[in-house]
């Protein structure tokens, strides 16, 4: 699935482009991810945590999340947020990714569903070796 609008801002910009270039493609629908919640790792000037890198969780990372300060496993309903288990797909930030990195603990990366703007904090063969979308 392909993500087609803009800039994920509603405005008329080239579309958002993954690590290889392309069309950004949709993270999750379900759980809705990204920051601006339209399923797409997409980023702008006010996404100051780069909501950048699509991954897939793990009990693993989401345990070494939480530890780190950002509980994404419980549920917040007031704030809309079901909570996530292994297996979701999800915009991490990524700096938080690569910190992951560093403490043996990154999830695995949907390139093609992440932004090119990851790399501003990730190194491409860093997210290519924990890529789930590499033929």
Known sequence: ????????????????RNMFGGT????SLKPVTGFFRNGCCDTSPEDVG?????VVMTDEFLAFSKAA????????????FPGLQAGD?????????????VADAAPRVVLRATHEGALAY????????HAIDLS
């Open 89 to 101: 797909r999800w915009c991490l930030c990524a700096p938080r990714w690569q910190e992951a990195l």
């Open 69 to 80: 300060g950002n509980d994404l496993s419980t549920p917040m309903p007031n704030y809309g």
């Open 1 to 16: 699935m392909l993500y087609e609008l803009g800039g994920g801002r509603g405005r008329d910009e080239r579309p958002a």
């Open 122 to 129: 990730c190194k491409l063969e860093d997210l290519k070796r």
């Open 50 to 54: 780069s909501h950048t890198v699509c």
């Open 24 to 27: 950004l493609e949709i993270c």
